[in-house]
């Protein structure tokens, strides 16, 4: 293999074991929060309907 190949190889390996270590990109999931556990008293006492 040529010099230059295994130059180009090097350079995509490193960049691609950085980016497992580094990701590009971050994504947080948010669920809505709701006032207490199922079978919680205060979500006995309201009335929905």
Same mark, same amino acid.
Request: aromatic share 18%.
């Given at each position: 293999?040529?010099?230059?190949?295994?130059? #180009? #190889?090097? #350079?995509?390996?490193?960049?691609?074991?950085?980016?497992?270590?580094?990701?590009?990109?971050?994504?947080?999931?948010?669920?809505?929060?709701?006032?207490?556990? #199922?079978?919680?008293?205060?979500?006995?006492?309201?009335?929905?309907?």
């Amino acid at each position: 293999m040529k010099n230059s190949s295994r130059l #180009i #190889i090097f #350079i995509c390996s490193t960049l691609m074991i950085g980016a497992f270590f580094f990701p590009f990109w971050k994504i947080i999931l948010e669920a809505p929060q709701y006032p207490g556990r #199922i079978g919680d008293e205060n979500l006995a006492k309201q009335n929905y309907w």
